[in-house]
């Protein structure tokens, strides 16, 4: 893992083009997050996506239960339902965040989701 701390921002996976994560003042801010799994279903890349983010919060001082945002774009809005049976099951009960939906155009076609997400990091 490379990490770099810098004027009091300290960044996770640091690559040419941009972080996988940045924590700074006490929140820490993930990149989109897409499928790494070849699963091809909406189920099995919202599943490889939140385990992503569980794993970048836990890196940075974090879990899902300091979620303050997250963002969701879907390349078919119609897989709303499957992707919130997936969503319903992972998130801690009573720490659901603010959460907004969208339909987009993502980078690769394979995609069919891709997760921003905020949180708060453990005192």
Do not use: C
């Not at 004027?7 to 790494?36: C, D, K, Q």
């Not at 794993?55 to 339902?81: C, F, M, P, W």
């Not at 992707?83 to 069919?112: I, Q, S």
């Amino acid at each position: 893992m490379s990490q770099i701390q810098d004027n009091g921002i300290t960044r996770f996976h640091v690559g040419a083009r941009l972080s996988e994560s940045a924590v700074y003042n006490g929140v820490v801010y993930l990149a989109g997050m897409v499928p790494e799994a070849g699963d091809i279903d909406i189920e099995g890349q919202t599943r490889d996506v939140l385990n992503q983010i569980e794993h970048r919060l836990i890196e940075a001082g974090s879990d899902k239960t300091r979620l303050l945002r997250v963002q969701i774009y879907l390349s078919n809005i119609d897989d709303i339902g499957a992707m919130n049976a997936v969503w319903d099951a992972w998130v801690a009960p009573g720490h659901a965040p603010p959460r907004a939906t969208v339909e987009a155009r993502l980078a690769n076609p394979n995609y069919k989701i891709e997760v921003v997400a905020t949180a708060a990091v453990n005192p």
